[in-house]
């Protein structure tokens, strides 16, 4: 039975969309030198990160015709290393009645020669409004929707209407997908089995909230980590001071269910939501972000453009506690190292930068350094050592949020380790090799930037800028 389309959406036509704006939406001052933005349009949660066939592909939720959301589409990228990415046409389109609304977050498996997409099909026009669908192809490119779906056409007792984001594993010759959801007030991350990706039965409840995690989990995702520590990480919905979070713990392989050890924030910047991870050829557990944040101002609109994905982070336990640090491809794109200067112009196209600096914990100075333009903007990241905060203050920025972000930091030694990747208009900074990390987008309407250092060499141990080659 052919199914019908019912809405205008095309793969084309988003594609015709994206051709014809590309060119003018790379020249905004704020577009990103070597991280993954949509050539044009919104991008939102990274979506089927995976390894398939000698390549790394990253899919993300998508709006082909406007800088604001809209019915989501899935963008494409891929990658032989993980920093050097090549847009590939549109994945999805939503196109039928249960999807009308949007192809929602979801996940990727390779199943023998092929690979599927795992994703939620919304449309607010029906009840239930979010139901779980599948796609598959053998180039990695086109995709066909399955006859099957939707796959799960309605939530469990346990969950409600808001049902969507699944991930996707295998475990024990099964596949599991864990998919998000709340009820009456309280988040919680639902399991699925399956043997064949198309007929899925009910587990039941990983974990929920315990009254003070969020009324709806949103992108959901459990992997092992070293063996015998496994790890749920999520995005609750309407929790007090939290936005993406993870439990440390063990699943019972049987039940399911999830018994936490320890939890904490995964990044405390504000510009860092919906990550998902996945498992590389050798083995890392590898995590990738949306590098932006519901309801915050994203000056890029203007341009045509909005949102983009952090760079690839290897994750790693250590104590109960995650650890996630830039992987080591990132080094490659190192072109030259600049002469170490406490002060430093730079025109605001070329701070696509890594800077390392260990610096001391105990100074009274707050440590660290800033970016100054000519028009008195000013971003500033370091660490208090008097109050133990890490910090990214951006309350003399004239557009963009302009807040002061911080998290409490001690690390019982005299020295800490400071990375930051910054690219033009987003910071990611890594404490101790990523035991703690803030990410932050800004925005300068100036053009001429000073990178000011500050502490003195007293206070400085080392100090290492390299100009990052541009990618994108
Ligand atoms: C998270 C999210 C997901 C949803 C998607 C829609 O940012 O709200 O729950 O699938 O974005 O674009």
Not at 61 to 77: N, T
Not at 171 to 188: E, H, P, R, Y
Not at 284 to 291: H, V
Request: charged letters at 25%.
């Amino acid at each position: 039975m052919e199914l019908i389309k019912t809405t205008n959406y095309t793969i084309k036509k988003a594609n015709e969309q994206l051709q014809n704006h590309a060119e003018k939406v790379k020249q905004s001052k704020f577009w990103l030198g070597y991280h993954i933005a949509p050539p044009a349009g919104w991008l939102n949660d990274p979506n089927g990160l995976v390894y398939f066939k000698g390549e790394y592909h990253a899919f993300y939720q998508h709006y082909p015709y406007k800088s604001e959301w809209g019915p989501m589409h899935w963008g494409h990228a891929k990658s032989t290393d993980l920093i050097h990415w090549e847009h590939l046409p549109v994945a999805l389109a939503p196109e039928y009645e249960y999807e009308a609304g949007g192809c929602f977050s979801g996940s990727a498996v390779v199943s023998g020669d092929e690979l599927y997409l795992i994703y939620t099909g919304h449309n607010e026009k029906r009840e239930p409004k979010e139901v779980q669908c599948v796609a598959k192809s053998t180039d990695g490119i086109h995709f066909e929707k399955l006859q099957e779906n939707p796959v799960i056409a309605a939530p469990p007792e346990d969950g409600s209407f808001d049902f969507r984001d699944p991930k996707v594993w295998k475990q024990n010759d099964l596949w599991n997908m864990v998919v998000g959801s709340g009820k009456d007030g309280i988040g919680k991350a639902l399991l699925y089995r399956s043997k064949d990706l198309k007929n899925w039965e009910y587990t039941g409840v990983v974990l929920e909230s315990n009254g003070n995690q969020g009324d709806m989990w949103e992108c959901p995702d459990i992997f092992s980590l070293d063996d015998d520590v496994d790890v749920l990480i999520f995005s609750p919905m309407n929790m007090e001071g939290s936005k993406t979070r993870y439990m440390i713990g063990k699943m019972d392989e049987i039940t399911g269910t999830f018994e936490t050890v320890s939890d904490d924030e995964i990044d405390y910047g504000v510009d860092f939501y919906a990550p998902q991870t996945f498992l590389d050829d050798q083995n890392r557990r590898i995590l990738i972000s949306w590098m932006n944040m519901w309801k915050k101002d994203m000056p890029e609109q203007a341009d045509g453009w909005a949102g983009a994905l952090t760079i690839p982070r290897e994750l790693s336990v250590e104590n109960n506690k995650l650890i996630m640090k830039p992987v080591e491809e990132l080094k490659q794109l190192r072109t030259k190292q600049l002469v170490k200067e406490y002060e430093k112009a730079l025109e605001l196209s070329d701070l696509c930068l890594e800077l390392e600096m260990v610096i001391t914990s105990e100074s009274s100075n707050k440590l660290g350094f800033s970016l100054l333009s000519e028009k008195g903007e000013s971003v500033k990241i370091g660490y208090n050592g008097i109050g133990k905060q890490i910090f990214t203050d951006r309350r003399e920025m004239q557009q963009g949020e302009q807040d002061l972000c911080q998290a409490y930091y001690e690390n019982g030694k005299r020295d800490i380790k400071l990375t930051a990747y910054l690219d033009r208009s987003s910071i990611e900074l890594f404490v101790d090799d990523g035991q703690l990390v803030m990410t932050n987008r800004f925005y300068f309407k100036g053009d001429n930037i000073t990178l000011l250092i500050s502490g003195n060499e007293n206070d400085i141990d080392t100090l290492a800028i390299w100009q990052l080659k541009v990618t994108m």
